[in-house]
Structure formats: structure tokens, C-alpha cells
């Protein structure tokens, strides 16, 4: 099985921490050479330092902050210039928790743009080159919501489920020219964002963070919270020559939580 990204170009974005990190480290390891984006330019550096160069890669980082467009536009434009990307990863913050109700049209304005205006920027950069080089892979981390809506994530329940109708209409676009788009959504991952769910919806409950998180874990019949490497190890899959015919899917990594089938 071919899964050996020797020679392509990665995109990673949101990629200083969490699942975006771990999928940088799990490219790199098969040979990608990483470009890292994100806003911070600290993180982006020490992330950067991490990155596995035993096959000859050299990674790199570009600044952007999601919520910006015209920081998407420029840092793409100049990246797309000299590079041709084989692999994007579309990966961002999710908006804030909370019920629906009490969502703020601006909410909703913002997340859209950050999560599908941002993706659809990227994106079009990038799918020229993929062109050119007859391989592309763009894969967006989304949440397991798009399968089934999860409570007091209303503004995020609305804003995934768009990014995947996104996705799927762009993969039928652009298969015939052996670009695949593809969806992950995550579950219950140990990451930064899933300890701020925890306390602020312990906050909302009046309850104690461990007591929710212990009831959290009895909803997954493998009884734990996933690792971000687990969920980086299938989009490396995604990512890699091995799943040339896999397309237009939204692939959940959540030890079994999610209800429907």
C-alpha cells in the first residue's frame, strides 16, 4: 500500500496545536514537506522545529488568521506562487458553544466566514496546481456533528454541516482531475477545545467539570476520548496515493459515539 508523501507539498492549517499539530507531525513522518499556517507566529516556529526532516523534507510557515480574510488571500497567493500544494488540510477554531437561541447574527456571520469562506479561498488557490499536477487532496476537519446535531453547539452544528454540503459539491467538481475532498470529523478528542466545551458547559450545567467529563466518556462505547495522532492517522491515509478512489465522504473518528450509522 502506497501511502509515501515524499515530494508533496502539505498545507496544514491551524496546525501550532491539537489535531492540526499532530497531523503536521504524521505528514511530515511520511515525507511531506509541511507548510504550517496559523496566527500565531511564536507557535508556528516551535511547531515547525518539531516537524520529523529525516527524508530530506524542508517545512515552512505562513501567518494567517482565519478570521481574516485578506490574511487568508495574502498568505495563499504568496504561498501559491512558487508552490505547488498537493495536500490541503482545512482545519480553524470552532466557533463558540452555546444554544442556539441565543446565537447572535453575527455569530453566525463570522463563523461562516472564518469555517466555509475561508476553505472555498484556500481552496481555489490551491486546485490550480493540483491540476497541474494531477494529484490533489483537500481534506477538511470538521465535527461529528454533520451527522448528527450535538447540544449547545448551535452556531457549529449549522456552520459544519454548510462546510460538508461545501465539500461534497466541490468533489464532484474537481474528481475527474484526480483531486479528492473529503471530510474528518472528530469526536470527543483530547485536545485544547474539548477541555474549553468541558468547562463551559460545566459552567452552564452549575456542575463539576470531572463529573461531566466522566459522563461524556460513558457515551463512547470505547470508553475514552480519542488521541489526536488517531485522528491525524486517517487523514495521512486521505492525504496519501492509497486513497485515490476515496471521495466526497465524511469520515467520523469518534469511537463509535455517534448514533446513527
Known sequence: MDISLKGKFALICGSTQGIGFATAKVLATLGANCILMARNEDSLKKAVQQ?????GQQHR???????????IETAINQLVADTRISILINN?????????????????????????IGNHILSKAVIPGMKALGYGRIINIISTSVKTPLPNLGV?????????????TLSNEVGKFNITVNNVLPGLTETA????LIE??????QSAPHDLE????????MARFGKAEEVANVIAFLASP?????????????GGRTPSI
Open 51 to 55: 516537524l520529523s526532516t529525516e527524508q
Open 242 to 254: 492509497a486513497a485515490s478512489y476515496v471521495t466526497g465522504t465524511s469520515i467520523r473518528v469518534d
Open 156 to 168: 457549529s452544528n449549522t456552520i459544519r454541516a454548510a462546510v460538508a454540503s461545501w465539500a461534497k
Open 214 to 221: 466522566k459522563n461524556m466518556v460513558n457515551t463512547i462505547p
Open 193 to 196: 477545545r474539548l477541555t474549553s
Open 200 to 205: 463551559q458547559t460545566a459552567k452552564i450545567q
Open 61 to 71: 510557515y505562513h501567518i494567517a488568521d482565519f478570521s481574516e480574510k485578506g490574511q
Open 92 to 116: 480553524t477554531g470552532g466557533p463558540k458553544s452555546g444554544p442556539i437561541t441565543e446565537a447572535l447574527i453575527s455569530d453566525f456571520e463570522s463563523a461562516f466566514q472564518q469555517h466555509l
